[in-house]
C-alpha cells in the first residue's frame, strides 16, 4: 500500500527525465499585444508556433498560471494517438480523414520536439490497445481487417507479442509514439522567445473583458489588452468563465517505477512499441519513457469528487487510487510486482472530458476574436499539438482546411451544473464500472 512519506506527492516523472527548469518571470507592467494566449501547454505552445509560422510579425503575448506544462501537458500518460476521442466513424472516408488529420498531429508533435531546446525523447514506433477478453480481441481483429480496407495501416499482434500479462493480443497503431511532453513544451520557451513571443510564467489570468480589444486581468495588478485571446487552459477554461457546462474536470491518477534496464523490457515481452492502454471503461494506459521507466495509470471513482467541485487543483492525493493502479500494474507485469520494481513517482493530472468525448477548436465571443481548443477527454497530445495549427488557420480566416472534422467549432453538449452534475456522476460510474476512455 502506497501511504504518505514514501514518494514525494504529486509529482509527475516527466521533469525529473530532464535538467531542471526554473519558471521564467512574472508579467509586472501593463502591455498590449495582437494575440495573447492563455496557458502555457501543448495547446498554448502550438498555437504559439504557428501564429509566428504564418505571421512572423505578429506580437504574441502567453501567459502561464504556473511553470509551462504545469497542466496536463506536464502529467500525463505520454502516448501520442491517432484519432478523436468519442469519435467512431462508420464510414471508410471518414475514418481515414480523421486517421489523415491526426497523423498531422503526431507530426507537428515531432516537429515541434525537434525544435524544442530540451530531449523530448519523441519515438514513433507504434502504441498497443490490448484486448483483454477472447471477445473483444475478435472484436478489434475485425476492426483491424476494417480499418485495412479503409488505407488506415492498424496491425493486429498475438498475445504473446504484447509483454501484458493475461491480454488476447492487441491492436498495433505503428504511426502511434511516445513523448515527454513537459520537455517539449518548455524547451520551446527559448525557441518562442527568440521568434518574438513573449513569454510569462507566474501570471495567473483572472479575469476576461470582452471586446474588440479584449483585456485580462493577470496577477494581482497587471492587465494586458490583445486584439485576439487564445483559451489554451483546457480543464481549467471553467475557472475563467467559459465552457463551465460544456466541460468536466476530471483526474487520472499515474504512477511510474524507477528506470528498468533494457533487459528488463526484453524479459517482460515488450516488443517495440511504447505505449499501451486497455480496451476496459476503466481505462489503464502506459508507456516505456525515455528514461526507462515504466509510467503506468488510469481512471477510477476518485476521478471525481465533490470536495473537488469541479476544480482541475486535486488537492490532497488519493492514496485508493494510487493503490488500485498499482494492483492493476502488477497484474499486467507479474515480474514488477514483489519488490521486482520500486515506484518512485505518483501524482494525478486534469482532464477536460465533454459529454460525448469529442472535443471542439473554434472562435467565438462577442467580437468573435476569442479562440479556444479544448476537452480532448484525455487523448489530448496529437490533438492539442494540431489545435495549434487549427487555430492559426482561423486566425487567418482559412476556415476551410477544417470545417469537415468533428471538433471544427462543435458545440458541447450541455453536462448539468452542480449538484445534479456529482450525482449523475456517481451514479453512472459506480453503478457501471464505467470511466472516461477512447471509444
Ligand atoms: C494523467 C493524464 C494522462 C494523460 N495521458 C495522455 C496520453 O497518454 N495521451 C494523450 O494523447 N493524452 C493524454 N492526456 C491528455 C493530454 O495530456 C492533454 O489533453 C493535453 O496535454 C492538453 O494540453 P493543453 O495545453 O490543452 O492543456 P494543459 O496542458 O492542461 O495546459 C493548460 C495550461 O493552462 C494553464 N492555466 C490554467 N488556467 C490559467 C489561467 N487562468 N491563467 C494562465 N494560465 C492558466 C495551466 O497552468 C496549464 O499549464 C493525459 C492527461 C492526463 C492528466
New binding site residues.
Given amino acids: 500500500m502506497t501511504r504518505p512519506g514514501t514518494i514525494d506527492d504529486n509529482r509527475s516523472c516527466w521533469p525529473d527525465e530532464a535538467p531542471p527548469y526554473q519558471a521564467g518571470p512574472a508579467l509586472a507592467r501593463d502591455l498590449t499585444a495582437d494575440v495573447a494566449i492563455?496557458?502555457?501547454?501543448?495547446?498554448?505552445?502550438?498555437t504559439a508556433w504557428h501564429l509566428l509560422e504564418r505571421f512572423p510579425k505578429l506580437h504574441v503575448v502567453l501567459?502561464?498560471?504556473?511553470?509551462?506544462?504545469?497542466?496536463?501537458?506536464?502529467?500525463?500518460?505520454?502516448?501520442?494517438?491517432n484519432g478523436i476521442n468519442g469519435v467512431e466513424p462508420r464510414d471508410g472516408a471518414a475514418a481515414l480523414r480523421i486517421y489523415q488529420a491526426t497523423s498531422a498531429g503526431i507530426d507537428i508533435v515531432e516537429q515541434l520536439a525537434a525544435r524544442s531546446s530540451l530531449d523530448a525523447g519523441f519515438v514513433r514506433s507504434g502504441c498497443l490497445e490490448v484486448s483483454t477478453t477472447a471477445l473483444s480481441a475478435e472484436d478489434a481483429r475485425r476492426r483491424v481487417q476494417l480499418a485495412n480496407s479503409w488505407g488506415i495501416p492498424l496491425r493486429w499482434l498475438a498475445a504473446g507479442a504484447t509483454g501484458v500479462h493475461g491480454a488476447h493480443g492487441a491492436v498495433l497503431d505503428p504511426s502511434a509514439g511516445c513523448v515527454n511532453?513537459a520537455s517539449l513544451?518548455r524547451g520551446l520557451r527559448e525557441v518562442l522567445g527568440a521568434r518574438g513571443v513573449e513569454i510569462y510564467e507566474n501570471?495567473?489570468?483572472?479575469r476576461i473583458e470582452e471586446g474588440a480589444s479584449v483585456a485580462l486581468s493577470?496577477g494581482t495588478s497587471t492587465t494586458v489588452r490583445a486584439r485576439s485571446v487564445v483559451l489554451?487552459?483546457?480543464?481549467?477554461?471553467p475557472?475563467?468563465g467559459y465552457f463551465r457546462l460544456g466541460i468536466l474536470p476530471l483526474?487520472?491518477?499515474?504512477v511510474a517505477t524507477q528506470p528498468l534496464a533494457a533487459e528488463r523490457w526484453t524479459e517482460m515481452g515488450w516488443s517495440g512499441h511504447e505505449?499501451f492502454?486497455d480496451d476496459l471503461d476503466r481505462i489503464a494506459?502506459g508507456?516505456r519513457t525515455p528514461g526507462g521507466r515504466l509510467l503506468f495509470?488510469g481512471g477510477g471513482n476518485a476521478a471525481y469528487t465533490y470536495r473537488m467541485g469541479g476544480s482541475?487543483v486535486l488537492e490532497e492525493p488519493c492514496y485508493g487510487a494510487y493503490d488500485a493502479i498499482e494492483k492493476r500494474l502488477h497484474d499486467y507485469f507479474p515480474a514488477l510486482g514483489a519488490g521486482g520494481a520500486a515506484i518512485t513517482h505518483r501524482?494525478?493530472?486534469?482532464?477536460?472530458v465533454t459529454f460525448d468525448r469529442v472535443c471542439t477548436m473554434g472562435v467565438g465571443g462577442a467580437a468573435r476574436n476569442l479562440y479556444y481548443?479544448?476537452g480532448?477527454?484525455?487523448?489530448?497530445?496529437?490533438?492539442?499539438a494540431l489545435?495549434g495549427r487549427v487555430l492559426a488557420d482561423l486566425y487567418a480566416g482559412d476556415h476551410d482546411p477544417w470545417r469537415d472534422l468533428p471538433f471544427y467549432q462543435r458545440r458541447l453538449p450541455l453536462i448539468p451544473p452542480e449538484p445534479f452534475r456529482w450525482v449523475g456522476y456517481q451514479i453512472v460510474t459506480r453503478a457501471t464500472g464505467r470511466s472516461p476512455r477512447r471509444r
Avoid: F
Fill in positions: 492563455i496557458g502555457g501547454g501543448l495547446t498554448g505552445v502550438s501567459l502561464e498560471a504556473g511553470a509551462l506544462a504545469n497542466g496536463a501537458s506536464g502529467r500525463n500518460g505520454g502516448q501520442v494517438l511532453s513544451v501570471s495567473p489570468v483572472s493577470v489554451a487552459t483546457n480543464a481549467y477554461t475557472s475563467l483526474h487520472s491518477h499515474v505505449g492502454s494506459y508507456c495509470g482541475p501524482w494525478s493530472g486534469p482532464l477536460a481548443a479544448l480532448y477527454s484525455g487523448h489530448g497530445v496529437a490533438l492539442a489545435a
